[in-house]
């Protein structure tokens, strides 16, 4: 049986990329409070030995506050089978929360991740830790930025308050981590730790306290970097706010501008011109035109739309959209965007940490719902998860819109984001108002600003355009030889023929806009796409546009919402956008044609 | 988020103790008084700790404060519970 190593700490001290640096996996890695909000599980050799290395989300204590935080507690507490030491009256919100846990023996150590440029901040649940009697090891991580701040700790006399081995590291760079190795080989060995000759620390706010004033020492005056100044301008309404939008519109702008760039210059002339016309020639040669040969190279023929929409209209701003994110998460401004709008989102019953989910929704809605384990009341996943549902369309769906629409008119496809948004406030209002919830009262840790490290950031880009490779592209072929198979065979037709009272009587389209309706509820763009090669009026290619955008969310988005919540949720939103959808769609195609 | 909060026990004597929201922006203060609430007291906000307020947030959002080294936003009903004295 193999040993298990446990790592835990404070939110965002780096647990996650030492399990990286140990373990060789990718899980995320980014500079907020509640990155991980799930356990994730590895290996490691250490001298021949295979051990697994167990990464879950960050907490202050053993209390937790949020469904993200009870993974995490339940690791330890279930394991060493005493129950949460309660200091203090538990503020635990999550009584719904069903986290189970495979819980069959306490792990062998537990390696205890301290934030060496936020000391205190992790020390409350260590002493805990300590109380439990859990085989522990620190890692003093991130002395990096310790050093910067003009901080010194005391590393032996730490390990000395503690009895336990200390050992500094800097994640980003991987130093200190063989150093590491050394010491979890050297704690599994030494199996049996005795503690007993030393008196044990009580996890007390006064033992915290003064292990800080032996071990912890600063540079007087401080040292005040750039990094305050910035804090200043970012965090503060002015010019904070200001600088917010322009943020904002340089991202989207980015995103669209790069994304564009790489389809015209790279990806389009390599599959137009290089990939799809040999395939196209290969097939007609080696079948006899009909049938068969239309579904692989006619016109929904899976070698040409199947690989041109995924990888010349989706590819672009899937690389375009995720380096832009990896940059802003890494940076740190993601928290202070959220305490800015803090006040805002609050009226639609959010706080402002809402923002992260629903931009990790501009990428793909799946990671999205997840995130919002991290938000500290289930009114709030309810609602950031109807949202992300509803009207936040996933990188796909936005590649499918500026294909659709950018070229024909810009001022349609700006018109379909602002009206997302206006529905998303109108929801976030009524749900505010309906779902019961108690008051929001926030209180979040902003983190250090960081320069994002190039290697950091190419590093998820790679993960990502791989996840994308296995689970965008490869459906969207799959979903693209479906819509083949039933368009040459007739039964897009008849499908077509039996709704079409819906698309054409009730949402003024051309009959054959009812195939995005039927491939849209296997995947998100392609309640789009279908459109761009029928010869559309602008209201009704923005009929269509928002039709497609309330559309059923993609059926792995309602299975995770099945996971996450109760399978009856997800019926429930699968009836709300449809519905959504078509009232909403009627009503435009009926009210733009007074005005077009 | 169920908070248990202490009563509030004002001491007439002591009249310049104001809640946390009442402290200005760049101004500090010492805690004398907070709810009991295991999340405020690991990020830093404890009896006798100094804070310093960072600024106040528009359309009602938080209160930005440093205790030590660390900056956290809080809430505006939750800065109202804390009662601190300015220095
Ligand atoms: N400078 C520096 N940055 C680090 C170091 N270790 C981690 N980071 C950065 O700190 C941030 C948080 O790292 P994560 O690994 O996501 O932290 P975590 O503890 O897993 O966070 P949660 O999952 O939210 O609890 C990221 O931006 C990392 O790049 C380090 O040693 N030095
Ligand atoms: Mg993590």
Same mark, same amino acid.
């Given at each position: 049986?193999?040993?298990?190593?446990?790592?835990?700490?404070?939110?965002?001290? $780096?647990?996650?990329?030492?399990?990286?640096?140990?373990?060789?996996?990718?899980?995320?890695?980014?500079?907020?409070?509640?990155?991980?909000?799930?356990?994730?599980?590895?290996?490691?050799?250490?001298?021949?030995?295979?051990?697994?290395?167990?990464?879950?989300?960050?907490?202050?204590?053993?209390?937790?506050?949020?469904?993200?935080?009870?993974?995490?507690?339940?690791?330890?507490?279930?394991?060493?089978?005493?129950?949460?030491?309660?200091?203090?009256?538990?503020?635990?919100?999550?009584?719904?929360?069903?986290?189970?846990?495979?819980?069959?023996?306490?792990?062998?150590?537990?390696?205890?991740?301290?934030?060496?440029?936020?000391?205190?901040?992790?020390?409350?649940?260590?002493?805990?830790?300590?109380?439990?009697?859990?085989?522990?090891?620190?890692?003093?991580?991130?002395?990096?930025?310790?050093?910067?701040?003009?901080?010194?700790?005391?590393?032996?006399?730490?390990?000395?308050?503690?009895?336990?081995?200390?050992?500094?590291?800097?994640?980003?760079?991987?130093?200190?981590?063989?150093?590491?190795?050394?010491?979890?080989?050297?704690?599994?060995?030494?199996?049996?730790?005795?503690?007993?000759?030393?008196?044990?620390?009580?996890?007390?706010?006064?033992?915290?306290?003064?292990?800080?004033?032996?071990?912890?020492?600063?540079?007087?005056?401080?040292?005040?970097?750039?990094?305050?100044?910035?804090?200043?301008?970012?965090?503060?309404?002015?010019?904070?706010?200001?600088?917010?939008?322009?943020?904002?519109?340089?991202?989207?702008?980015?995103?669209?501008?790069?994304?564009?760039?790489?389809?015209?210059?790279?990806?389009?002339?390599?599959?137009?011109?290089?990939?799809?016309?040999?395939?196209?020639?290969?097939?007609?040669?080696?079948?006899?035109?009909?049938?068969?040969?239309?579904?692989?190279?006619?016109?929904?023929?899976?070698?040409?739309?199947?690989?041109?929409?995924?990888?010349?209209?989706?590819?672009?701003?899937?690389?375009?959209?995720?380096?832009?994110?990896?940059?802003?998460?890494?940076?740190?401004?993601?928290?202070?965007?959220?305490?800015?709008?803090?006040?805002?989102?609050?009226?639609?019953?959010?706080?402002?940490?809402?923002?992260?989910?629903?931009?990790?929704?501009? $990428?793909?809605?799946?990671?999205?719902?997840?995130?919002?384990?991290?938000?500290?009341?289930?009114?709030?996943?309810?609602?950031?998860?109807?949202?992300?549902?509803?009207?936040?369309?996933?990188?796909?769906? !936005?590649?499918?819109?500026?294909?659709?629409?950018?070229?024909?008119?810009?001022?349609?496809?700006?018109?379909?984001?602002?009206?997302?948004?206006?529905?998303?406030?109108?929801?976030?209002?009524?749900?505010?108002?309906?779902?019961?919830?108690?008051?929001?009262?926030?209180?979040?840790?902003?983190?250090?600003?960081?320069?994002?490290?190039?290697?950091?950031?190419?590093?998820?880009?790679?993960?990502?355009?791989?996840?994308?490779?296995?689970?965008?592209?490869?459906?969207?072929?799959?979903?693209?030889?479906?819509?083949?198979?039933?368009?040459?065979?007739?039964?897009?037709?008849?499908?077509?023929?039996?709704?079409?009272?819906?698309?054409?009587?009730?949402?003024?389209?051309?009959?054959?806009?009812?195939?995005?309706?039927?491939?849209?509820?296997?995947?998100?763009?392609?309640?789009?796409?279908?459109?761009?090669?029928?010869?559309? !009026? !602008?209201?009704?290619?923005?009929?269509?546009?928002?039709?497609?955008?309330?559309?059923?969310?993609?059926?792995?988005?309602?299975?995770?919402?099945?996971?996450?919540?109760?399978?009856?949720?997800?019926?429930?939103?699968?009836?709300?956008?449809?519905?959504?959808?078509?009232?909403?769609?009627?009503?435009?195609?009926?009210?733009?044609?007074?005005?077009? | 988020?169920?908070?248990?909060?202490?009563?509030?026990?004002?001491?007439?004597?002591?009249?310049?103790?104001?809640?946390?929201?009442?402290?200005?922006?760049?101004?500090?203060?010492?805690?004398?008084?907070?709810?009991?609430?295991?999340?405020?007291?690991?990020?830093?906000?404890?009896?006798?700790?100094?804070?310093?307020?960072?600024?106040?947030?528009?359309?009602?959002?938080?209160?930005?404060?440093?205790?030590?080294?660390?900056?956290?936003?809080?809430?505006?009903?939750?800065?109202?519970?804390?009662?601190?004295?300015?220095?």
């Amino acid at each position: 049986m193999n040993k298990t190593i446990l790592l835990m700490g404070a939110p965002n001290v $780096g647990k996650s990329a030492i399990f990286n640096r140990l373990t060789g996996l990718n899980v995320r890695v980014a500079n907020y409070t509640g990155t991980t909000v799930d356990f994730a599980s590895g290996t490691m050799k250490l001298d021949s030995e295979i051990i697994n290395l167990i990464d879950v989300p960050g907490t202050y204590s053993l209390c937790a506050t949020c469904e993200a935080e009870r993974v995490a507690v339940e690791m330890v507490c279930g394991k060493t089978g005493k129950d949460c030491p309660r200091t203090a009256p538990p503020v635990c919100c999550c009584d719904s929360g069903n986290v189970e846990v495979d819980l069959d023996k306490p792990p062998d150590l537990i390696v205890y991740v301290l934030d060496a440029g936020n000391f205190e901040g992790g020390l409350y649940l260590l002493l805990q830790l300590l109380e439990l009697e859990a085989p522990l090891l620190v890692a003093l991580n991130r002395s990096d930025l310790a050093r910067e701040k003009g901080y010194f700790i005391d590393i032996e006399a730490l390990s000395e308050q503690l009895n336990i081995p200390v050992v500094p590291t800097i994640a980003v760079s991987g130093d200190g981590l063989d150093h590491l190795r050394e010491k979890i080989l050297a704690s599994l060995g030494s199996n049996e730790q005795k503690r007993t000759e030393k008196q044990q620390l009580k996890a007390t706010w006064d033992n915290v306290e003064k292990i800080v004033d032996q071990v912890f020492f600063k540079r007087e005056p401080p040292v005040n970097s750039n990094r305050d100044k910035w804090d200043q301008l970012l965090t503060r309404p002015w010019p904070g706010l200001p600088l917010a939008a322009v943020i904002m519109l340089v991202i989207f702008a980015g995103i669209v501008g790069i994304g564009m760039g790489l389809r015209q210059f790279l990806l389009l002339p390599l599959f137009r011109g290089l990939i799809i016309p040999p395939l196209v020639m290969l097939v007609s040669e080696l079948l006899p035109p009909g049938i068969i040969q239309n579904i692989f190279i006619g016109e929904y023929g899976f070698l040409v739309k199947g690989l041109e929409w995924p990888f010349t209209l989706v590819l672009p701003y899937v690389l375009s959209f995720y380096t832009v994110l990896n940059l802003v998460e890494d940076s740190g401004y993601m928290p202070r965007l959220a305490i800015l709008l803090d006040g805002l989102f609050n009226r639609i019953g959010l706080a402002g940490s809402g923002i992260i989910p629903l931009t990790l929704g501009y $990428g793909c809605g799946i990671p999205a719902i997840m995130a919002s384990r991290s938000l500290s009341s289930r009114k709030e996943r309810l609602i950031v998860t109807i949202l992300v549902c509803l009207a936040v369309p996933c990188i796909s769906q !936005t590649g499918a819109f500026i294909a659709l629409l950018a070229a024909r008119s810009a001022a349609v496809m700006i018109s379909v984001f602002l009206f997302s948004w206006l529905v998303m406030i109108t929801a976030g209002l009524i749900m505010n108002r309906f779902i019961k919830g108690e008051q929001l009262e926030s209180m979040v840790e902003i983190p250090d600003l960081l320069l994002p490290r190039l290697d950091g950031i190419m590093k998820k880009l790679y993960l990502r355009l791989k996840l994308y490779i296995t689970d965008g592209a490869l459906p969207m072929i799959g979903a693209v030889a479906v819509a083949a198979v039933l368009y040459e065979t007739g039964i897009m037709a008849a499908l077509g023929r039996a709704i079409s009272p819906l698309v054409t009587g009730w949402l003024r389209l051309p009959e054959e806009a009812a195939a995005p309706l039927v491939l849209g509820i296997l995947r998100r763009e392609l309640s789009v796409l279908p459109l761009i090669d029928l010869d559309l !009026t !602008t209201l009704q290619l923005f009929t269509g546009a928002i039709v497609g955008l309330f559309y059923v969310p993609c059926i792995a988005i309602l299975a995770t919402v099945a996971r996450e919540f109760k399978p009856l949720f997800a019926l429930f939103i699968l009836l709300l956008t449809t519905g959504l959808a078509f009232i909403v769609g009627g009503v435009i195609a009926r009210l733009g044609a007074l005005f077009m | 988020m169920a908070l248990k909060v202490e009563d509030l026990k004002l001491n007439v004597e002591r009249d310049n103790r104001v809640s946390l929201l009442e402290l200005s922006t760049g101004n500090n203060g010492i805690v004398l008084d907070v709810p009991d609430n295991i999340m405020l007291s690991t990020l830093g906000i404890r009896k006798g700790k100094m804070l310093h307020c960072r600024g106040h947030q528009l359309f009602g959002g938080p209160v930005v404060i440093k205790t030590g080294d660390r900056q956290i936003a809080l809430h505006r009903r939750l800065a109202e519970k804390i009662t601190i004295q300015p220095v």
